[in-house]
């Protein structure tokens, strides 16, 4: 099993662009979650899904959205990129309880 | 006051030492109850559940007082490889899958 998996590692945005970053899991989890960590921050939940076709806001969603079409995929939208948005994103599934994150991806606007 | 919060540390020991993370939470619906562990530049893992009447799994103890709503980490005989910042979780109020995570402690243990 890959576990979760996210793609890019990392990216350079400019203001204003949009891109998607991909998460995808293996272990037919319903549940699945996307957070940014910021320094001094700690991880803050965007927004998360409790199956397919099921998502819902988490702490800070302003700027992003995201679709479930299947149980495999939890995709993130920047819909136009802010220097704000700079951070690490991770995406987490979990059946109950242990939450199991990808490697991240480190995003930097400009 | 914050949803979850701990110790902002950091904490630097000697090998050997024993070191004792304590965390609050806020929310007295709270099921469900962990430490992560966050290596520099890497995704949390699990470390381990806390339960209601303690858990101990080899050098970590981790402990429940949802009275006072509070969780604590123990960790004895520390090794340079428990050098990370350890993460309070726990979940949100009745759901399971929701989980608010503490802003963490980092932990230097020195040679």
């Known amino acids: 099993n890959a576990g979760v998996t996210q793609t890019p590692k990392f990216q350079v945005l400019k203001t204003g662009q949009s891109m998607t970053l991909q998460c995808a899991q293996d272990m037919n989890h319903e549940y699945m979650s996307w957070y940014r960590q910021d320094p001094g921050m700690g991880l803050r939940l965007i927004h998360y899904s409790v199956g397919a076709g099921i998502t819902d806001q988490g702490e800070v969603p302003n700027g992003y959205n995201v679709s479930r079409s299947t149980t495999e995929d939890f995709p993130l939208r920047l819909l136009s990129a802010a220097p704000s948005q700079t951070s690490v994103y991770f995406c987490a599934s979990s059946y109950v309880g242990e939450q199991f994150f990808g490697p991240g991806t480190r995003l930097t606007v400009l | 006051r914050k949803e979850v919060e701990q110790d902002p540390g950091p904490f630097n020991v000697p090998e050997g030492a024993t070191v004792a993370f304590n965390c609050t939470y806020s929310n007295s619906a709270s099921q469900s109850f962990f430490w992560y562990r966050q290596d520099c530049r890497k995704e949390p893992k699990l470390l381990m559940s806390?339960?209601?009447s303690g858990n101990e799994d080899g050098r970590f103890t981790a402990q429940l007082n949802r009275a006072s709503q509070y969780i604590s980490l123990l960790i004895r005989d520390s090794k340079l490889s428990d050098s990370a910042t350890y993460l309070c979780?726990?979940?949100?109020?009745?759901?399971?899958?929701?989980?608010?995570f503490g802003k963490g402690t980092l932990l230097t243990v020195n040679p």
């Open positions: 979780v726990v979940s949100s109020g009745g759901s399971n899958y929701k989980l608010t």
């Open positions: 806390v339960y209601s």
